[in-house]
């Protein structure tokens, strides 16, 4: 078992998934990022740029995971140290999805002005 509590047997459907997410997440990233060029500019355009940002590093940290899983290891940990990198992993997880929140609530104040 894993720290994200998988259990990793070689072939497992889990590294299958999330390969899958990493990639499902990097395309969603690229249409967000035609879609806030195509509005050209303005609130809209800002607002769908926080949410790509949030997919953007969402897509890293499927990365990280996806490493960690076919490596039995911990990168995070490795580089920062023990308690640091968990730290710095959860700090960016919140991030990511305090990002897509701001981008949503931004286009919600759109439609509501």
């Known amino acids: ?6 259990g990793m047997a070689a072939g497992s459907s889990i590294h299958t998934l999330l390969l899958i ?3 499902l997440g990097l ?3 690229i249409f967000g990022i ?3 060029r195509a509005s050209m500019g303005g609130k809209l355009s ?3 740029t926080w949410i790509v940002v949030g997919l953007i590093t969402m897509s890293i940290g499927h ?3 996806a490493y ?3 490596n039995g290891g911990d990168i995070m940990n490795t580089i920062l140290g023990a308690p640091l990198g968990d730290i710095v992993f959860r700090i960016v997880v919140i991030f990511s999805f305090a990002s897509s929140i701001i981008g949503f609530w931004r286009i919600w104040s759109l439609t509501r002005a």
């Open 27 to 29: 395309v969603a990233s």
């Open 68 to 70: 960690d899983s076919f």
């Open 34 to 36: 035609m879609a806030a």
């Open 46 to 48: 800002v607002a769908i």
């Open 1 to 6: 078992m894993d720290m994200y509590g998988y």
């Open 21 to 23: 997410e990493v990639v």
């Open 63 to 65: 990365m990280i995971m």
